[in-house]
């Protein structure tokens, strides 16, 4: 197991049990304790947690994991989720997509299937094969370099843990643009509440990103169905469509569908 691997596990284990202890977390990973005790150290320097005597605890009352630890869960059902999204997308669309892991695999599914260099010929530049509105920075990077895609990002305040731009700037931005389609990460599905997300800001953006769409597109893996976070974003009167991995519990599926959304499972 790399350090990489052991960090996100170790991580994982913390937002789970809300405390680690070395020997126990030793034993689960089978490395020694000193390795243990090396990667608390060194994930306690970057504030990934606090260590405490023979283990440690989350970093502050909220506990989230910066997406760059993320990436790594449930990652083929996330990669599946994304090439049926965009299967889902047409040529010459404006497409949104808000911050997270799901997203941003979306946002390579995207890039493969559009992102390729335009033909050679004078004269007026080709329409791009598609815009994608964005306030994710990691999304905007990774496709800032494809031709075929034109790229708007919001202004904003940047969360480091999403790397999403929140705040009314990236607002002021989305209240100008009309969006064929948006695809949403969420971090939480209930059927009586809707879609949420752990942080009100970043609800707040996602919510305007629907408002502004024709079609709502929400991507997320079977874990997040049924779990609850803090901030609402909109109601599934609002959703059209869900993308998710097989695992969704056929419940979910039926309420999902009374209220006349569709669910595409990968």
């Known amino acids: 197991m790399s350090k990489h691997e052991r960090w996100n596990t170790l991580l994982e284990l913390l937002t789970a049990t809300g405390r680690l202890e070395v020997e126990e977390a030793a034993a689960t990973l089978d490395v020694s304790p000193a390795t243990i005790r090396r990667d608390l150290d060194e994930l306690a320097e970057q504030r990934l947690l606090v260590r405490t005597r023979g283990g440690a605890v989350p970093h502050g009352v909220s506990y989230e994991l910066p997406l760059r630890y993320k990436s790594s869960r449930h990652a083929s059902e996330k990669q599946r989720i994304a090439a049926a999204v965009a299967g889902l997308v047409h040529e010459g669309e404006v497409v949104g997509l808000n911050g ?3 997203t941003t695999e979306v946002a390579r599914a995207l890039a493969l299937r559009f992102g390729g260099a335009p033909p050679d010929a004078p004269g007026t530049p080709p329409a791009p094969a598609l815009t994608v509105v964005t306030n994710a920075l990691n999304i905007a990077g990774e496709l800032a370099v494809r031709p075929q895609i034109k790229i708007v990002v919001s202004g904003g305040v940047a969360r480091p843990q999403t790397y999403e731009l929140v705040g009314p700037l990236a607002a002021g931005v989305l209240n100008e643009v009309v969006l064929d389609v948006v ?16 942080h009100e800001d970043e609800a707040g953006i996602s919510r305007l990103f629907a408002e502004r769409a024709s079609r709502v597109v929400v991507v997320t893996d079977s874990s997040k169905m049924g779990r609850r976070a803090f901030a609402r974003i909109c109601g599934l009167d609002r959703v059209d469509v869900l993308v998710t991995d097989a695992a969704v519990p056929a419940e979910v599926v039926r309420r999902l569908a009374d209220a006349d959304v569709e669910v595409v499972t990968v």
């Open 100 to 102: 997270g892991t799901t």
């Open 183 to 198: 695809v949403l990460g969420v971090d939480g599905l209930d059927p009586d509440l809707g879609i949420m997300a752990h």
